[in-house]
């Protein structure tokens, strides 16, 4: 029962965390997966996946997801861009399609601190909004770069296959 009662705290704390507008802008917002990102044993961030919409059935459907990061340590904003280009550029996309994404994420992301979050929504089809902080950060109005920043978590040739297996575990209950 205490550890019932426990998780249940624990996904009503989550469910905070998405924004306002997020929240309200798709209802029916449903905590996914989670799991750590690290690198060479340092803990980076916490990644929550969420999903919008209709019941998503045995995994995220076609609807909007958004992915929560939860950052354990400071990060510079020039290193989050380069790092997006880097695992977008081993992913597939192409050097032009990376030079106009470079200032697209340079104006959406931060320099971020240790406990705060940036979340990414996924509209399929639309593109990509950002919040920092709980607040707006901007938007990319580009399909194409919303499946390739998505896909650096989500793909089957993510760099942390772990991270991926954990976002994507079907939720119990």
């Known amino acids: 029962m205490r550890r019932l009662i426990l998780l249940a705290l624990f996904v009503a704390a989550s469910a905070q965390a998405l924004p306002e507008a997020v929240r309200t802008g798709e209802p029916g917002w449903r905590q996914w997966g989670s799991g750590e990102m690290t690198w060479f044993g340092i803990a980076l961030y916490r990644a929550t996946l969420w999903v919008g919409g209709a019941d ?6 076609s609807g909007p997801i958004a992915l929560q990061l939860d950052y354990r340590r400071d990060i510079p904003r020039e290193r989050l861009v380069q790092s997006s280009l880097d695992e977008m550029r081993r992913l597939g ?14 104006r959406v992301f931060p320099d971020v601190k240790e406990g705060e979050s940036i979340v990414g929504v996924h509209y399929p089809g639309r593109g990509a909004s950002f919040y920092h902080r709980g607040q707006a950060s901007g938007e990319v109005a580009d399909a194409e770069f919303a499946r390739r920043f998505f896909a650096i978590w989500l793909d ?6 772990s991270l991926r297996a954990a976002l994507l575990k079907r939720p119990e209950g």
């Open 156 to 161: 089957p040739e993510t760099r942390s296959p």
């Open 56 to 61: 998503p059935g045995n995994s995220p459907g």
């Open 93 to 106: 996309a192409d050097e032009a399609q990376l030079a106009r994404w470079a200032s697209d994420l340079r």
